[in-house]
């Protein structure tokens, strides 16, 4: 059924329980990513990478006017 044929409580109910569904997805994502990286992450650490600047282009002076 189209969206806007529904009873606004039955669009309610189904956008509660697809955010019900979403923050539990992301509950679980979290669980399983703080597991994971407390084992691995004590013996390696990276040196931060040098930023490298982009030349900046001088403008230099017009010479004469416009048309």
Do not use: D, F, L, W
């Amino acid at each position: 059924m189209a969206k806007r044929n529904q009873k606004p409580e039955v669009r309610k109910a189904q956008r509660e329980q697809a955010i019900r569904a979403a923050k539990e997805a992301k509950k679980a994502k979290q669980a399983t990513k703080k597991s994971t990286p407390s084992t691995t992450k004590a013996p390696t650490k990276a040196a931060p990478k040098q930023k490298i600047m982009k030349p900046v282009k001088v403008s230099t002076p017009c010479a004469g006017g416009k048309r």
